[in-house]
């Protein structure tokens, strides 16, 4: 049964229209399609996150052509006694970006070289000289790009909603893909209708209108992500328009059913809209845009939503903006259009029509320290408004305006300002803050984490450079995680936190445990080569701890001066060859198939100021430590224990 409802109030319309599109399962994402990684995947929208199948270099690379040396072969070079390396037996010629030999670990520059011929004499040749001599040692992986520097086997690449840009590409393919799983575009019918429309080009009468709706909208629709096809104008006849409509309907996902301006034409557009389906809107209350029509078209095998759009261009354009351009982005799985905002003031007093929501266009400029806002023309036909309007500003209904001086809201088209929706974490590296960042991308937030350490994530936020800070520093005298420096670096600050996961830590080891590694007790001596985590990690602290409570020396182990910033970096490591374990997370060996010996249970915690804590940046933040699907995404991660998530520790 069809409904009539004359000039409702907006966000009436948009429920009916909602309720119509969710009824008929077009409230979500409907279609996927996986397509080639190339340049024309850029502007597609990721239908699910992308995850990294390769580290990136995926080989220890020379990051300079010149040497490649055993390192420790280079000790004792100096300016006054210098070295020298024969050729191919303790040396090899690599370019940039060559593989290094197996044998190799540093790369000596080729300018910091002397080729010199068999009787020891400089020789013209540079790339393969019977030796060269050196002046200077070099310590282990100088000049080089080891495996995974840029990034490491099943790291977050993409999120799923993502736009795809031309560097995103790139960082696809440096991780293995060759295809990308993308959200099909939605195809849309743009369907021009008047006996008054002319094409444009063609010549014009009196009384004849070029009709330019149908280019506007259909370069929306394709702006917004969706494939727009244009039909030819159809002549006012309602078996014409409905025959159109109809066939239409079969092939595309929406239909745009753009009116003429003569006399009676949206009634028309209801009358064929009521004839093949479901008219559940005849008139909103907004201005410009009253005779916009919403409705269902009922075909034996679907249902297609179709928007009766005005006539008037301006009014056109901004039922796009207002009914068009949602449905699109939640087809395509994107987050709805949230333009930047800015308040102004106005230049001159405004006048609202009382029963309508006004969509008033403005030009903004800065006067000093005043952001001014200047009101344009109102009339819906007045296509040039658009064109020079840096903005629009909402005036709702039972509001009749405005005084000059008053302060307004205006959502930018133009250089937008920034609207901060990103939750920025300076701490210590886990791999859930992966799984974080994936889950609040879907809930209008985006996470940006630093790998500084836990320390280094307390004094960030000390400085106030921080939302938050990923923390498990073991205090040993407690027992206790993260309290006691807490209390010592940020004395002066009220902060909550909270319990992210229980973990497991353990020693890394490449696969089959070659040395047959234990415990910790078995990293003494030169027969183990061991990489750490930098000063200030909290897995540091956890070894130096456990180091003293077996009564080990740090100078006992080989390797442990030298450092990386994320277990993910431990674990390439080990996997590239460069160290025999390290200390690390279940996760982390597991992600690039290593074994894992596991020695000790964990807490790790997000330190948060209060006044973050309390904030709607950060509300989705928590409502994730209590959702069972994330908690489920990180209970799959190996060595992880979600109980005490969400748990407030202090």
Known sequence: MSVYLHDIPLQQAKDAFNDALAAAGLNQLIATETIPLDEHAVGRTTAGPVWAKLSSPHYHASAMDGFAVRAHETDGALLTSPKTLIYGEHTQYVDTGDPLPEWANGVIKIEDTEPVDAQGQLSAERREPHAIRIREAIPPWRNVRPMGEDMVATQLVLPAG???????????????????????????????????????????????????????????????????????????????????????????????????????????????????????????????????????????????????????????????????????????????????????????????????????????????????????????????????????????????????????????YTSPAAIDRTIFGIGSHDMTLDLLAQFLSGRDRRLTSANVGSLGGLVALRRGETHLAGSHLLDPETGEYNLADIAKYLPDTPVRVVSLVGREQGLIVPKGNPKKLKSLADLSGSAVSYVNRQRGAGTRVLLDYQLKQAGLSPDSITGYEREEFTHLAVAAAIAGGRADCGLGITAAARALELDFVPLFQERYDLVIPVEYAESELLAPLFDLLHDAQFQQAVQQLPGYDVRPMGTVVA
């Open 162 to 412: 993502h736009l795809i840009r031309p560097v995103d590409l790139g960082a696809m393919a440096g991780s293995g893909h060759k295809t990308v799983t993308v959200a099909k575009r939605p195809k849309v019918a743009v369907l021009p209708t008047g006996s008054e429309l002319k094409a444009i080009g063609q010549p014009v009468e009196s009384g004849d209108i070029i009709e330019y709706n149908s280019v506007v909208l259909a370069g929306q629709v394709n702006q917004w992500g969706a494939e727009a096809t244009r039909y030819p104008i159809t002549v006012d006849v309602f078996e014409a328009i409905q025959q159109t409509v109809r066939e239409a309907a079969k092939t595309h996902d929406l239909i745009l059913l753009n009116a003429g301006s003569s006399a009676g034409a949206e009634d028309f557009s209801a009358g064929v809209v009521e004839s093949l389906g479901d008219l559940l809107v005849h008139g909103v209350a907004v201005r410009p845009g009253h005779p916009v029509i919403l409705g269902m078209v009922n075909l034996d095998d679907k249902q297609v939503p179709i928007i009766g759009v005005p006539g008037y261009p301006v009014s056109a354009a901004l039922t796009g903006e207002i009914f068009v351009q949602p449905l699109i982005g939640t087809w395509l799985g994107r987050q709805p259009a949230e333009p930047p905002v800015v308040e102004a003031e106005l230049t001159r007093k405004h006048v609202s029509p009382l029963g309508d929501d006004e969509y008033a266009r403005m030009v903004v400029g800065r006067v000093g320290d005043r952001v001014l806002a200047a009101p344009l023309s109102r009339g819906a036909g007045v296509i040039s408004s658009l064109v020079r309007a840096d903005g629009i500003t909402v005036f709702p209904a039972g509001n009749q305006g405005q005084p000059a001086g008053a302060k307004v809201k205006v959502r930018l």
